[in-house]
């Protein structure tokens, strides 16, 4: 992939689990409103979800999490949707099913690889752009791993260790995501924000998730409705420091300030 300017990626959720309530798309209707929105706004790539990540989420089997993807990407085909789409999935078996038999175009992993030891090798064959977020633990023991000597650094290093599995088992197409709120407490999460650029040396793409999270609405004392304009000024900060991709629950604004900070730049 190439990104001559920065990419909204509008999330999907298929699920009825997810942390972010007007971001849960789980009957048809609702789903398709949601596609409409999206495209109506400017998408650039959709992400679709059917595991909840969130602390606490209830589990779902493979099995569900790829009928409910089959289900929304079913709505996409009808719709002749043309923007790239994305899969978010640490299973190996869910990615393999999603771009070999749904037809999507990448892969999305909280873990980048360490849920699951034959996610990467599977990309590796698919040969498919794909997103390695940071985190550590699992969704239910995360928040007890945040220990870190220097929070950018130590992101750096464990991201590198991933990219470095990755390269060796022949995945070139990579993007990198620092993971905001995931096993990050809500002061290295902006500490992470602050040192964004840092993340450059790495030398892949830089994704940057961090729609209506828990930094955002807790730092604001209010909630996850609440937390747009909290998350538009920091996607304007993440823009600046040279973030490729915004993942968002909210693509009209995201959008807006894509373009107000390419007009600054200019």
């Known amino acids: ?50 595991y909840s990540s969130r602390p606490g989420a209830n589990e779902v089997t493979s ?20 923007v790239p789409i994305s899969v978010d999935t640490f299973r190996a078996d869910v990615a393999q099913f999603a771009i070999e038999t749904l037809g999507a175009n990448i892969i999305n992993d909280i873990s980048a690889g360490r849920l699951d ?9 698919l040969k498919v752009p794909y997103i390695a977020m940071h985190t550590r633990g699992t969704p239910s023991t995360m928040s007890n791993l945040t220990n870190y000597n220097n929070i950018t650094a130590d992101v750096i290093l464990e991201l590198s260790q991933q990219i470095n599995r990755l390269t060796l088992a022949g995945v070139n ?44 609405y807790k730092a604001l004392e209010t909630s996850a409705d609440n937390a ?31 373009k107000i900070v390419e007009m600054t730049n200019n």
């Open 173 to 216: 197409d990579i993007i990198i995501d620092p993971g905001f709120g995931f096993a990050k407490t809500l002061e290295q999460n902006f500490e992470l924000l602050q040192n964004l650029e840092s993340l450059h040396e790495l030398g892949y793409p830089l994704l940057v998730g961090i729609s209506r999270k828990s930094m955002i």
């Open 1 to 50: 992939m190439e990104f001559k300017r920065p990419q909204v990626m509008g999330i999907l959720n298929i699920t009825p689990d997810s942390f972010y309530s007007d971001s849960r798309s789980f009957d048809i209707d609702t789903i398709n409103h949601r596609i409409d929105t999206m495209l109506a706004e400017g998408v650039d790539i959709i992400d679709i979800g059917a």
């Open 228 to 258: 747009l304009n909290g998350t538009t000024v920091a996607n304007t900060i993440a823009l600046q420091a040279g973030a490729a991709i915004l993942r968002v629950h909210d693509v009209k604004e995201a959008t807006e300030a894509i």
């Open 117 to 125: 030891d034959k996610m990467i090798p599977t990309i590796s064959s």
């Open 63 to 82: 099995q569900e999490e790829m009928d409910r993807l089959e289900k929304g990407m079913n709505l996409l085909r009808k719709k002749n949707v043309s």
